[in-house]
């Protein structure tokens, strides 16, 4: 079982900064990979940035050149850093983590952009 759990989101104002946070119960680099994903009121989740345990990383064309996707392998700890943020941005953001046929996820934080 791997538990996750993200912190960090809130409210912001657009073009603001924000840095969440995703721990993880076990070796981020056992993972196959890490993503952030979201989802807004009405809209199915997507996945914003992902990173291999290679570290390769991934990232939506919404999100691309605002959003960067980081780890602490010290720390289990995988960050989205996101900035130029845009009320579209709006959403609840889940950590999910794919380790061989399993994925698993963290409660999801809120991040709210408003005008």
């Known amino acids: 079982q791997v538990q996750l759990v993200e912190s960090g989101g809130g409210l912001v104002q657009a073009g603001g900064s924000l840095r969440l946070s995703c721990a993880a119960s076990?070796?981020?680099?056992?993972?196959?990979?890490m993503a952030w994903s979201r989802q807004a009121p009405g809209k199915q989740r997507e996945v914003v940035a992902s990173?291999?345990?290679?570290?390769?990383?991934n990232y939506a064309e919404s999100v691309k050149g605002r959003f960067t996707i980081s780890r602490d392998p010290a720390k289990s700890t995988v960050y989205l850093q996101m900035s130029s943020l845009k009320p579209e941005d709006t959403a609840v953001y889940y950590c999910?983590?794919?380790?061989?046929?399993?994925?698993?996820w963290g409660q999801g934080t809120q991040v709210t952009v408003s005008s």
């Open positions: 076990g070796d981020i680099f056992s993972m196959n990979a």
């Open positions: 999910n983590a794919l380790k061989g046929w399993n994925s698993y």
């Open positions: 990173i291999t345990s290679g570290g390769k990383t």
